[in-house]
């Protein structure tokens, strides 16, 4: 667990990236992540779309500001259709199943020396209306992907947790 506690407490959101791509390999890594990602009743209720062609980024870019200058966006949407739905409330799991894959994501980039953030703050509507192939879709993030700039550090709320006092109960 050390290993992955380590990896954990180095991740933070990057939001400034050097101009170098990002391989193929280690995009297919963080797909492969995904793949594996737990979801309910493994379901999979998720799709991905990698974006990096640079007029659809340029119409990726205009639904956000948070695009960072990335050339490598993963886009994340749930197919509430597909999720698994607990019989005792109808709680629907699709949201929950993305958030796992997309924390994977995450880690994954981490882990392979990627910088990324998780970023929620885009038009879902515009952006299914520029990519046609993300309709049926709740969008639930997008990832700008690339290799951390030398100049960018986490800010100061990256450092500031809880104490894990506020956080859990035992009971």
Known sequence: MTDFLALAHER???RAFT?????AEKVDALLEAARVAPTAVNKQPWHAWVVT???ALEKLNATTRFGFGAKTVIVLG???EQAWVRKFDAANFADVDASIVGTHIMMAAQDLGLGTT????FDAPA???????MAGYDLIAM???????PDYAPTAMHLASKPIEE???RI
């Not at 101009?19 to 391989?23: A, C, G, H, I, M």
């Not at 998780?118 to 703050?121: F, G, L, N």
């Not at 952006?127 to 192939?133: C, N, T, Y």
């Not at 990832?143 to 700039?149: E, I």
């Open 78 to 80: 749930a197919a509430r």
């Open 127 to 133: 952006l299914q209306e520029a990519f046609p192939q």
């Open 167 to 169: 956080l859990v109960d």
């Open 53 to 55: 062609d640079p007029a």
């Open 19 to 23: 101009d170098q791509p990002v391989e």
């Open 118 to 121: 998780w970023v929620a703050y």
């Open 143 to 149: 990832f700008p992907l690339g290799y951390p700039s």
């Open 12 to 14: 933070y959101s990057c």
